[in-house]
Structure formats: structure tokens, C-alpha cells
């Protein structure tokens, strides 16, 4: 039973332009989130994360947002390159829990 | 520093037969994870390791699989008897302590003939 999920399997934006990648979980036991990049041929690249006693946390170019009564969370990037470009996966990890759960990932193509 | 390293980068095997994948953590960190990620599917949990020991083996498929971690640094995950359904990237990850940021590995291409 998928907990973390990522509806939408691929997204193209223009370079320049706001990349917002989104993701839905299940388990309210979830208190821990995380983006991590992915290239083809390496391992996930840890991105962002955010504290369920949090709304926001931005780091540069990325902000994530937790909105927990809706159980949902979104990656925003601005403004995105075609460096961007690469799978996306959203994580969580339940209270006093250590295994990510990972959502199926989105598929980012910045396009110049 | 160095990052998480985890040989081979590929393994092609058959049927029936006995495979080791290797993971090299980070300096100083206590956590280990295995997870397997499939084709389409975000990575699975496998076993988490502190120290030398499995705190939590719930992840692992069946008894063909089994990992280790003797000196509380590399870590060996074994299976036997592989299977084609066992194709699939085996990634390592490793963290300072329980519950700080994972860390991730290249990962290791297993392909089961």
C-alpha cells in the first residue's frame, strides 16, 4: 500500500520559469519529509526537508511547503534550469521511525 | 569527503546463483540502510543497521536475504538462491546517527539471467 505518493509521473517546464512538484501521503504518522534529486545511473541526492512542526523551509532556489491537515506537500522551484532536470522523489519517515518511505517520483524536464 | 560508495556498480548473475553487494558508508556514520528500488517504483526499505547490528530487518523480502555489518562500518547484503524477481538497483545509505538526513549510495544494477 503506497503511503507517499507523487501523482503525476513526468512535468516539463520552461527554463526560468516555477517547477512545482507535488505530493500526497496517507499515514498521519508521518513527521519527517524529504525531496531527494535523482540522475539516471546515480544514487538519490538529498535535497530538502522539512519538520512536520514546520509549513515552510526554503533553501536558494528550493522551498518546500507541508500543508498536514491536507497531508500534502510541494517542492517549488524557482526559478528552474535545465540542470534541474532529473526524477524527483518525495520521502517521509514516521514518528520516531528511520526508514524512508518513498513516493514513485516525478519526472522534471526543464527545457531551455 | 567521500560519499557512500557501494560495489559493483553492476552485477549480472543467474538464476539460482550466490551475489554480495558491498557498501562503503561515510566516515562516522553509525546508521546504515539497504533499500531496493524497481523499475517505475520509488526505493523500498530493507534492513537499517546501527552499529554492528540489524536494529530492523523487517524490509527483507524472504530468508535469501540477509546483510551484515561486522565492524560497524562496510556492510555486505547477501542473497541466495537469486531470482529474476530480484533484479532491481540495491541502494546503501547512511546517516550520523538514527534519524538524521540518509545518504545515498550509486547503487548496485543487479540483473538475475
Known amino acids: 500500500d503506497q503511503q507517499v505518493k507523487q501523482n503525476s509521473p513526468s512535468l516539463s517546464v520552461q527554463e526560468g520559469r516555477i517547477s512545482i512538484l507535488n505530493c500526497d501521503y496517507t499515514?498521519?504518522?508521518?513527521?519527517?519529509f524529504l525531496w531527494y534529486k535523482k540522475y539516471p545511473a546515480e544514487g538519490p541526492t538529498f535535497l530538502i526537508s522539512?519538520?512536520?512542526?514546520?509549513d515552510k523551509n526554503e533553501d536558494g532556489r528550493f522551498t518546500v511547503f507541508l500543508n498536514k491537515s491536507a497531508k500534502h506537500l510541494s517542492l517549488h522551484i524557482v526559478p528552474s534550469q535545465p540542470g534541474d532536470s532529473a526524477v524527483y522523489f518525495c520521502?517521509?519517515?514516521?514518528?520516531?521511525?528511520?526508514?524512508?518511505?518513498f513516493g514513485k517520483g516525478t519526472s522534471l524536464l526543464v527545457t531551455p | 569527503g567521500a560519499g557512500v560508495s557501494q560495489t559493483p556498480s553492476n552485477k549480472v548473475t543467474e538464476k539460482g546463483k550466490y551475489v554480495e553487494l558491498r557498501c562503503d558508508p561515510i566516515?562516522?556514520?553509525?546508521?546504515l540502510y539497504w533499500y531496493r528500488q524497481s523499475l517505475g517504483q520509488g526505493p523500498e526499505f530493507l534492513i537499517y543497521?546501527?552499529?554492528?547490528?540489524?536494529?530492523?530487518d523487517s524490509g527483507l523480502p524472504n530468508d535469501r536475504f540477509f546483510a551484515v555489518r561486522p565492524e560497524g562500518s562496510v556492510s555486505t547484503l547477501k542473497i541466495q538462491r537469486t531470482e529474476r524477481g530480484d533484479s532491481a538497483m540495491y541502494l546503501c545509505?547512511?546517516?550520523?546517527?538514527?534519524?538524521?538526513?540518509?545518504?545515498f549510495g550509486p547503487g548496485t544494477r543487479l540483473t538475475v539471467l
Open positions: 545509505a547512511s546517516s550520523l546517527d538514527f534519524r538524521d538526513t540518509q545518504y
Open positions: 499515514n498521519s504518522m508521518f513527521d519527517y
Open positions: 522539512i519538520s512536520s512542526i514546520k
Open positions: 520521502a517521509a519517515i514516521a514518528n520516531s521511525g528511520y526508514a524512508l518511505n
Open positions: 566516515s562516522g556514520h553509525t546508521a
Open positions: 543497521f546501527q552499529g554492528t547490528g540489524a536494529a530492523d
